[in-house]
């Protein structure tokens, strides 16, 4: 499966984004899918996690509350939506999607590029 992210941008503090992920090659209906997002100078860190209806979400507590993900099987589309964005959420975000037993342990294989969000105080 290949994905394609994208949605990123530059927004104010309080601002609002939706991130996109497509998948192209196969259905997201077989993969759990991640967001996942690295700052400068950090490490990459899973953000986000929907099960394959979509109906089982997870959240990093940093933005638990804040962002949504959600996943539409049909178009084979993976969205998270980022709501009272904070300069600390700016990043390079990145979806990822995995079997269920290799998400679950903290392995995804497949890869979008990178989505730059920039927020600013």
């Known amino acids: 499966v290949q994905l394609q992210a994208s949605g990123g941008g530059s927004v104010q503090s309080g601002g609002s984004l939706r991130l996109s992920c497509t998948a192209s090659?196969?259905?997201?209906?077989?993969?759990?899918v991640g967001w996942f997002r690295q700052a400068p100078g950090k490490e990459r860190n899973l953000l986000a996690r929907?099960?394959?209806?979509?109906?089982?979400?997870w959240y990093q507590d940093s933005v638990k509350g804040r962002f949504t993900i959600s996943k539409d099987n049909a178009r084979n589309v993976v969205y998270l939506q980022m709501n009272t964005l904070k300069p600390e959420d700016t990043a390079t975000y990145y979806c990822a999607a995995s079997l269920p037993a290799r998400a679950l342990s903290g392995t995804y294989d497949y890869w979008g590029q990178g989505t730059l969000v920039t927020v600013s105080s």
């Open positions: 090659g196969d259905t997201f209906s077989t993969y759990w």
């Open positions: 929907a099960s394959l209806d979509g109906f089982t979400a």
